[in-house]
């Protein structure tokens, strides 16, 4: 079974600051996809960034990127230039790779606000 | 193109009684699956559908159950309700095979209370 693990609770950063989210899993699996989805006050939950682990280079999505650290299990989510729009919750997950899977497996969460 | 939709957005029931959730996947998407968001538990897995049948099932008892049409929009259905299934319910779609991602699409949510 996959464990997803996000040890901080909540975070606060200053707008227009850099801040980094932590995510560490557990896995047997070798082939699988890492997503960090963000679950604003509103509640739809949205894709921020996705990661294949299989490829060597980290994600990058416009102010958003990662550090994919496979041997290390590690996952963080770095954002850069941060808006007050950034303020939500921010779920690390897991999926094993597989075109009949859409099982995700979630950390806990993290609460960031964004201060103006 | 639509998003994923659900409903109802918010219902209420007492201890007991069964209560069913609707979601309507995007157009195209033809595997729905559905997770349980609890403050304690955070976000759990419940089951995935795909082409009407079940294919992936989390570790919720038998209470819990689901369906989906051949429209490919599911349902969900929670029977002799507890107090603990008090959560917020999150449908998620997604494209399959050859643009298959991994990527969910999720909808707004059903928040049930259970008095």
């Known amino acids: 079974a996959q464990t997803v693990t996000q040890s901080q609770p909540e975070m606060s950063v200053q707008e227009a600051e850099t801040v980094t989210l932590s995510c560490t899993y557990d896995?047997?699996?070798?082939?699988?996809?890492l997503f960090w989805y963000k679950q604003p006050p509103s509640r739809q939950m949205i894709l921020v960034i996705r990661?294949?682990?299989?490829?060597?280079q980290n994600a990058t999505e416009n102010r958003f990127s990662v550090n994919f650290q496979k041997a290390a299990k590690s996952f963080s989510l770095k954002i850069s230039d941060s808006q007050l729009g950034d303020t939500a919750m921010y779920f690390c997950?897991?999926?094993?790779?597989?075109?009949?899977?859409?099982?995700?497996?979630f950390g806990k969460g993290i609460t960031l606000s964004v201060r103006p | 193109k639509a998003g994923v939709t659900q409903t109802p957005r918010y219902l209420i029931k007492t201890r007991g009684q069964q209560v069913t959730l609707s979601c309507s996947p995007i157009?195209?998407?033809?595997?729905v699956s559905w997770y349980q968001q609890t403050p304690g538990q955070g976000l759990q897995f419940l089951f995935e559908?795909?082409?009407?049948?079940?294919?992936n099932k989390g570790n919720f008892p038998g209470r819990f159950s689901g369906r989906q049409f051949s429209n490919s929009r599911s349902e969900m259905n929670v029977s002799t309700l507890e107090l603990g299934d008090s959560a917020l319910y999150l449908c998620?779609?997604?494209?399959?095979?050859?643009?298959?991602?991994?990527?969910?699409?999720f909808g707004e949510g059903s928040r049930l209370t259970v008095l």
């Open positions: 559908y795909f082409s009407e049948t079940q294919r």
């Open positions: 998620a779609s997604s494209v399959q095979g050859e643009f298959y991602t991994g990527e969910l699409f």
């Open positions: 896995t047997s699996e070798n082939n699988y996809y």
């Open positions: 990661q294949e682990a299989y490829k060597q």
């Open positions: 997950a897991f999926m094993k790779h597989s075109g009949a899977n859409s099982k995700l497996t």
């Open positions: 157009s195209g998407h033809r595997s």
